[in-house]
Structures are given as C-alpha cells and as structure tokens.
C-alpha cells in the first residue's frame, strides 16, 4: 500500500495488535503493552522517539516518531480484553499524561520482504539500509532507549510458515545489530483481523461514532496487495447468526456499551493477489515457462510482472475476447465462493475504503488525489467499463488498470453486495479523517500507544 506524508500513527496502532491466533486464544492485555515503552530518557527530556517498520506485500516502509512529553492532559491506558473470537475494550483507568506527536520521518522502498523469499539476506540489507534513515533522525544519545518494532502483514502471511519465518529471522539479526532498543516480539507478523478491528475503533473514534449507547456507526474497508477486510458494526441481529464462523464476529466492550462487530480479512484477495488468481497463476507451477493472458490486459500487452517474490510473463489475448464483460468473468473467480455477503450490508450506514481502493480511485481520474472524495459503486463500474473498451486503441498508462477497477467492482457487487448507488467514502488511510472530538486525534492513538504496563498475561473465560 502507498502512505501518505502525513502522519500515520494508525499503521503504528495496528501494528501494536500484531499477536498470533494462539495468543489471542488465551491473552487479557493492555493494548499499550504489545508495543514496547516509549521510554522517557533517564534525565527526563520531555523529547524521546520510536522507529517503527511496516513491512507490507508491495513495500517495506520506516516511520521515526519524535514525541513531546505533555505536562498535562488526558490520562489513561485503554485495555483490550481478547478471547479466541472475541476483542473487548475496557473504559480507560488513570494513568500518565500522554505524549504528543511532534514529528515523523517517513521513507519507503519496493517491493516488499516476501519479495526475498529466496535470498533472506538481501531482506536484512533492506531494512539495514532504512535504518539509516532511523540513526539521522534520532540523536546518538537517545538511540539505546529509543524502541525498535516491525510488523509484517499478508505479504508474509502468504508465504509457507518457514520461508516467512527465515526472513523475520534475519530481520531480527539486523534488528540485533542496531544501536536501538528492540523489544520482545519486536519481529513478528500481524494478525489480518486485528488490522479491521482496530481500524475500525480508530475511524469510528475520528468520525465520532464511538461513544456510550452510539447505534450510528461507520464501517471499514481496506484492499491491500495482499489481503482485503471489511469491519462493521451490523444494525440486525442476522447478519451475526449468519456469519459463517466464529472469527468473523468480534466484540468491544466500551463506555458501558457493547459494539458486536463483523469483521473478517480475506487472505489472497488483496488487489495484487486476486491478479494472479484472474490470470490463473495462483496455483500453478509452469510460472517459470507459462505465459498468463487475460481479456483484462491490452491485446497487444506483453511483460513480466513480479509479485511475492515471483516473476510471471503475463500479456493480453492478440485477436481474442477483451473488455469488460469477458474480464469481469475472469475476475469472478478470484470473488464467487471466497468472499462471504453480510446479511443487509447496505442498512449498516455509512463505509469508508481505504489503500487500494483509494490508488484506483485516484488512477481512475475518480477522486481528487489530495483529499480523497465519495465514489458510487456503480462509478467504479463506469470507470472500468471506459478504461477497458478504450484500451484496446489508447492502452493506459498502468496495463492492469483495467483488471484492477473490474475487481474492485466484482468485489464490492458480488463479494461483499453493495448496491450500485452505495456511496463509499474513499481515502488513503484512516488518520487523514478530521477528528469531530475535542481530544486531538494523535493524542487519541497515542494514549493506546503509550506506556506499557507490565500487566501479566493471563486465561480469559
């Protein structure tokens, strides 16, 4: 996914929830206590650091966050009560004053670590190479205090267990080796679920809509490379009896009230994954030699294109079928039998999309590029069907334009069963949303960020 150049605590807050599903079976924790302390130097400079490392499917991105010890102001520690299906929040108890985000240094480089599945090596020269944006950024001095974290998404989650554990491996080395403090667990994959869940709570919080007895909510989605989830908070009972398992439900206690929401994360639908899935690739073994076509690529189109550290031959069909309808058939494929309808999705409000959908968009000509902007399903629908007949005589810039727009249709119509004239809210990420609250909105992510407690581990009934 692309970052904006603003401040994106969020990829930090979700990247705090990164436990694995054996953890979350039997974990009550302080939410602020997965990420390491962010430690306040030993002469009580109110000025101390984090460096935190996204390892996405597409890219690997470093974020330096410089912090301002408040004197005053809100205090407490959210607390997350998690069972096997189940995420809690508790009402915040009191604590200590929260810091205040005064910088961040961002830096990012393609592709992502699942990229060097083979050559785990070059994964470590990678991220040694970006900390070097970490080692200007943050004085000498406070480098030994200053928490080093990374967290990986679907890009490594879609690899065999052993290949994505070498490449933590050597990341860990690297980590190892660096000047910084590197905490237990600094080194793992994130959960794709609690990328939803989490999300969810720091949208609604921005937007308004977390608060005592709130029935109005505004649900989330997000298309990765990897990955796809949809978090909501249903207004009929059904739509939770009829989902079909236990991890797609998930259940925050907060201010006395109790949101159940559903929430799932589709591993391999993500927007580069369901490529080769419509192209047939996915399970194949004749990458090597095979040359993919597809109706959604021009006709004339022929390249190499790379993804998880693979690289497949893919063209259009010279003389053959190509456009909309015969590329929204194989796109399908990638949707029908894997992507679960919510029982009356449209009556849950208000959604916003974020990642890819936002990249498309805007590629699409369909929002503005700096503020985002709302976008109909059916415009999505509109788009491709343009981009997919014009490209036969005017190919776009962006070959897969017109197999990426298709699939984000077929996503959002026969996937999830939004309605043509269902309004998205589209934008790059969550924390570009202007706070409705009081409480400015980095002090909010910040107080589930701050102060790890030391709270032990312990069974949930």
Same mark, same amino acid.
């Given at each position: 996914?692309?970052?904006?150049?603003?401040? $994106?605590?969020?990829?930090?807050?979700?990247?705090?929830?990164?436990?694995?599903?054996?953890?979350?079976?039997?974990?009550?924790?302080?939410?602020?206590?997965?990420?390491?302390? /962010?430690?306040?130097?030993?002469?009580?400079?109110?000025?101390?650091?984090?460096?935190?490392?996204?390892?996405?499917?597409?890219?690997?991105?470093?974020?330096?966050?410089?912090?301002?010890?408040?004197?005053?102001?809100?205090?407490?520690?959210?607390?997350? +009560?998690?069972?096997?299906?189940?995420?809690?929040?508790?009402? &915040?108890?009191?604590?200590?004053?929260?810091?205040? !985000?005064?910088? +961040?240094?961002?830096?990012?480089?393609?592709?992502?670590?699942?990229?060097?599945?083979?050559?785990?090596?070059?994964?470590?020269?990678?991220?040694?190479? /970006? $900390?070097?944006?970490?080692?200007?950024?943050?004085?000498?001095?406070?480098?030994?205090?200053?928490?080093?974290?990374?967290?990986?998404?679907?890009?490594?989650?879609?690899?065999?267990?052993?290949?994505?554990?070498?490449?933590?491996?050597?990341?860990?080395?690297?980590?190892?080796?660096?000047?910084?403090?590197?905490?237990?667990?600094?080194?793992?994959?994130?959960?794709?679920?609690?990328?939803?869940?989490?999300?969810?709570?720091?949208?609604?919080?921005?937007?308004?809509?977390?608060?005592?007895?709130?029935?109005?909510?505004?649900?989330?989605?997000?298309?990765?490379?990897?990955?796809?989830?949809?978090?909501? !908070?249903?207004?009929?009972?059904?739509?939770? +009896?009829?989902?079909?398992?236990?991890?797609?439900?998930?259940?925050?206690?907060?201010?006395?009230?109790?949101?159940?929401?559903?929430?799932?994360?589709?591993?391999?639908?993500?927007?580069?994954?369901?490529?080769?899935?419509?192209?047939?690739? $996915?399970?194949?073994?004749?990458?090597?030699?095979?040359?993919?076509?597809?109706?959604?690529?021009?006709?004339?189109?022929?390249?190499?294109?790379?993804?998880?550290?693979?690289?497949?031959?893919?063209?259009? +069909? &010279?003389?053959?079928?190509?456009?909309?309808?015969?590329?929204?058939?194989?796109?399908?494929?990638?949707?029908?039998?894997?992507?679960?309808?919510?029982?009356?999705?449209?009556?849950?409000?208000?959604?916003?999309?974020?990642?890819?959908?936002? %990249?498309?968009?805007? %590629?699409?000509?369909?929002? %503005?590029?700096?503020?985002?902007?709302?976008?109909?399903?059916?415009?999505?629908?509109?788009?491709?069907?343009?981009?997919?007949?014009?490209? @036969?005589?005017?190919?776009?810039?962006?070959?897969? !334009?017109?197999?990426?727009?298709?699939?984000?249709?077929?996503?959002?119509?026969?996937?999830?069963?939004?309605?043509?004239?269902?309004?998205?809210?589209?934008?790059?990420? &969550?924390?570009? @949303?202007?706070?409705?609250?009081?409480?400015?909105?980095?002090?909010?992510?910040?107080?589930?960020?701050?102060?790890?407690?030391?709270?032990? !581990?312990?069974?949930?009934?």
């Amino acid at each position: 996914m692309k970052l904006a150049a603003s401040p $994106l605590l969020l990829m930090v807050l979700l990247a705090a929830a990164g436990q694995n599903q054996a953890q979350l079976g039997r974990s009550l924790l302080d939410l602020s206590s997965i990420l390491p302390a /962010l430690s306040r130097p030993a002469n009580s400079s109110r000025i101390f650091h984090a460096v935190m490392f996204d390892a996405g499917s597409t890219g690997t991105r470093i974020h330096v966050y410089t912090f301002i010890q408040g004197d005053s102001g809100k205090r407490g520690r959210p607390v997350f +009560e998690v069972s096997s299906a189940y995420a809690c929040l508790t009402v &915040p108890r009191v604590s200590e004053p929260l810091p205040v !985000l005064d910088n +961040e240094m961002f830096h990012s480089v393609k592709p992502g670590l699942s990229a060097y599945a083979d050559a785990p090596e070059v994964a470590g020269h990678t991220v040694r190479m /970006l $900390l070097k944006v970490a080692k200007k950024t943050v004085p000498h001095v406070d480098w030994k205090r200053t928490p080093l974290v990374l967290r990986a998404t679907a890009g490594l989650r879609l690899l065999p267990a052993e290949r994505a554990q070498a490449l933590l491996d050597q990341i860990q080395l690297v980590f190892d080796e660096s000047p910084f403090f590197v905490p237990d667990d600094g080194v793992s994959i994130m959960n794709g679920t609690d990328e939803g869940i989490l999300a969810w709570v720091s949208l609604n919080f921005l937007t308004g809509h977390l608060k005592a007895q709130s029935k109005k909510t505004v649900g989330i989605l997000d298309l990765g490379g990897g990955s796809t989830q949809i978090t909501f !908070l249903p207004t009929v009972r059904k739509t939770i +009896e009829d989902a079909p398992a236990a991890d797609f439900v998930a259940r925050l206690d907060f201010l006395n009230t109790t949101f159940e929401l559903y929430s799932h994360s589709y591993l391999g639908s993500g927007i580069m994954a369901a490529r080769l899935s419509t192209l047939g690739a $996915l399970t194949t073994d004749e990458s090597e030699w095979r040359v993919f076509q597809s109706s959604c690529l021009p006709g004339k189109f022929r390249d190499e294109w790379s993804f998880g550290g693979l690289v497949y031959r893919v063209s259009g +069909e &010279p003389g053959g079928p190509a456009g909309y309808k015969p590329c929204y058939q194989e796109v399908l494929k990638a949707v029908k039998g894997i992507i679960h309808q919510p029982y009356q999705l449209e009556s849950s409000g208000v959604f916003y999309a974020f990642s890819y959908y936002y %990249d498309r968009a805007v %590629d699409a000509g369909l929002i %503005d590029g700096l503020t985002g902007g709302t976008v109909q399903v059916r415009d999505f629908r509109k788009r491709a069907k343009e981009v997919c007949s014009d490209m @036969i005589k005017n190919p776009p810039a962006s070959p897969f !334009l017109c197999m990426d727009l298709t699939y984000i249709t077929c996503l959002l119509k026969d996937g999830f069963g939004f309605k043509e004239s269902a309004a998205l809210q589209v934008r790059l990420r &969550p924390t570009a @949303i202007k706070c409705r609250h009081g409480l400015d909105k980095k002090q909010f992510l910040l107080s589930v960020l701050y102060h790890r407690t030391g709270q032990t !581990l312990a069974s949930s009934s």
